[in-house]
């Protein structure tokens, strides 16, 4: 059976799991707990993103999450402990942590004409002298902000469930195009009802409001005429890219005429648009201002990270050990040092030679004494402190939501993160994960693979209970991490090397050939629950990608072993 036949023409475009920005027509009844994905951001980054998700109902009281990631690195990359220090990966490394919502679209009030943002209403209903309207202008802030951010959502999900179909053979294509009609209709509708709401009355100067909210609902609608006009544009070329042009006709016409209405929509409100006479300064500052806009709506979605700075205070613990234990060293050379000054007393009257070679030597066991004494505080810092350190994370994060909803405006702990790096042995690896290394590779004839391991591990504990209580709406919390490989490109050989071969027809031939190198990347992941009074036994998957790399940047993404295909449950061992 197909896995997409569920889906067809008699579909409602207002089914919530269509609405669901983690709806993969692939995987909708399996997705788990942790899903992930590796793909390039560019030919200078690789970008992998974790979504955890967040159970509506569950007996947890916390979640915890934990992704240990091997690199694999050649050796003729030339990156070693000595040049790609633990300072140098975290400078490569980006990572973001931010929320995925389901609140705002209020589908099922749309079918019914009565869709509104019940939070923004309460705004626009207050008075200018009631002393809840700064916190009622804050929440309709985060309200339009979110609103916007949906849509975006959901337009781009559109494009992926296309982009799904039009590369697959062996069904019915027609009823699918009909599906994505219904949707984008649906949410074109959407987008003109905000307008009309809002927009129309706000311009027009019918509703009085801070100008603080002014300015989020204008630059929100802005922002979505933009990815609207990306987004069709995208959805038409794919279009364009089949060969059944004759069922998808109907799409093509929406899309269009919505592009056209659009555009008369952005002349009427003075918002900037391209056309083929555009100046390049009106080119830059129409992608300047796309960053700007994106930046503006989409930072209700972030979480704040806060670095604990817990690496001072181990110093401090450490240098106040070899402090103890210079002085511990120097307490005693004090007394012996006290012990000779008093036999010398005892000793009675002594040639002043004798005395004076005397006294000389216990000076100078004082000044050696005291050398040793700042030798051992700084030698004893340093060896304790590298010993500590491999049993200590690099960093320590705390993770806080901010909230504006009406009676519970501030911020809360929602949870914390740590993280760290460190080089390998081969002979140090898991046993599983050098298994996974080896898959595909039996013949044990084939040459040795010269490679660095980097072991960086990332956990991240969430407070379940505290996040269904007080912030329903969050449905999954999204790890962004973009990692740079500029650092490998260095020293590494030119894409095309000049190949000679004897070809038995043609004899002695040259040929240019593509130089790659193999970065090969294992993930283990592990979830657990906290209830009872104990964490649960974890839940592990493990991963295996590719990245094929030459002097330019990262060529592909190749998938060795997929997530789910190899796991266990810990108190299975």
């Known amino acids: 059976m197909n896995p997409v036949s569920k889906t067809d023409e008699n579909s409602d475009p207002w089914s919530d799991e269509h609405f669901d920005e983690h709806f993969d027509e692939r995987s909708a009844a399996s997705l788990s707990e942790l899903s992930s994905s590796t ?30 990631t091997y690199f694999f690195i050649p050796r003729s990359v030339g990156l070693n402990p000595d040049n790609f220090s633990r300072v140098e990966f975290y400078n490569s490394l980006t990572s973001y942590l931010r929320i995925q919502s389901s609140d705002g679209l209020r589908r099922s009030a749309l079918k019914t004409g009565t869709w509104s943002l019940p ?32 849509m975006e959502t959901q337009l781009k999900l559109l494009r992926v469930q ?27 509708e959407l987008l003109e009802t905000f307008r009309q709401l809002y927009l129309t009355r706000i311009r027009s100067g019918e509703i009085w409001i801070d100008e603080e909210v002014q300015r989020a609902f204008v630059l929100s609608d802005e922002f979505l005429s933009y990815r609207l006009e990306s987004i069709l544009i995208s959805l038409n070329e794919l279009l364009e890219s089949g060969n059944e042009m004759v069922w998808c006709q109907g799409f093509q016409e929406l899309i269009l005429t919505s592009l056209q209405k659009e555009m008369h929509y952005r002349e009427a409100m003075d918002i900037l648009q391209l056309h083929d006479r555009s100046s390049e300064s009106t080119q830059e500052t ?15 979605l972030y979480l704040d990270i806060r670095n604990l700075q817990k690496d001072r205070a181990y110093r401090n613990l450490v240098a106040a050990a070899g402090a103890a234990l210079a002085a511990t060293w120097a307490g005693l ?16 009257p002594l040639p002043s030679s004798d005395f004076a070679l005397r006294f000389f030597l216990i000076v100078i066991v004082g000044v050696v004494a005291y050398i040793f004494k700042d030798r051992i505080k700084e030698l004893t810092r340093e060896y304790f402190y590298s010993r500590l350190k491999q049993y200590l994370p690099d960093y320590e994060f705390s993770v806080f939501y901010h909230s504006v909803m009406p009676g519970q405006s501030g911020e809360e702990k929602v949870g914390f993160a740590k993280q760290y790096m460190r080089y390998l042995k081969k002979e140090a690896l898991p046993a599983e994960i050098a298994y996974i ?91 657990s629950e906290y209830h009872e009074g104990r964490w649960q036994p974890a839940k592990i998957e493990f991963e295996h990608v590719r990245l094929v790399l030459n002097k330019k940047g ?14 266990y449950l810990e108190a299975d061992l």
């Open 333 to 348: 050379i004090d007394l012996q040092r006290f012990y000779w000054l008093q036999n010398l007393d005892l000793e009675g």
């Open 437 to 527: 290394r080896e898959w595909g590779h039996p013949n044990k004839l084939e040459p040795e693979r010269a490679e660095e391991v980097i072991h960086y591990s990332k956990q991240i504990n969430f407070e379940t209970d505290l996040l269904r209580k007080k912030f329903a709406h969050i449905r999954y919390i999204r790890d962004i991490s973009r990692f740079s490989i500029d650092e490998f490109l260095l020293r590494i050989d030119e894409p095309n090397k000049k190949l000679r071969y004897f070809d038995q027809n043609k004899g002695i031939s040259t040929m240019k050939a593509p130089k790659v190198y193999h970065l090969n990347v294992i993930s283990r992941y592990a979830v």
């Open 162 to 188: 296309l982009r799904q179909v039009m590369v697959r053979r062996g069904y019915k294509k027609e009823s699918r195009i009909r599906y994505f009609i219904k949707k984008l209709s649906v949410l074109l």
């Open 554 to 567: 990262i060529v592909r993404v190749e998938p060795v072993l997929g997530r789910g295909e190899l796991g």
């Open 286 to 300: 129409y992608y300047y201002r796309l960053g700007l806009l994106k930046k503006y709506i989409s930072d209700v």
């Open 39 to 68: 793909t390039t951001h560019s030919r200078q980054q690789f970008e992998r993103i974790f979504d955890f998700k967040l159970p509506a109902e569950s007996e947890e009281t916390r979640k915890r999450y934990e992704v240990d």
């Open 119 to 150: 939070r923004s209403e309460d705004y626009f209903t207050s008075y200018f002298n009631a002393p809840d309207r700064p916190d009622l202008a804050q929440s309709a802030i985060q309200e339009v902000k979110f609103f916007a951010c949906l």
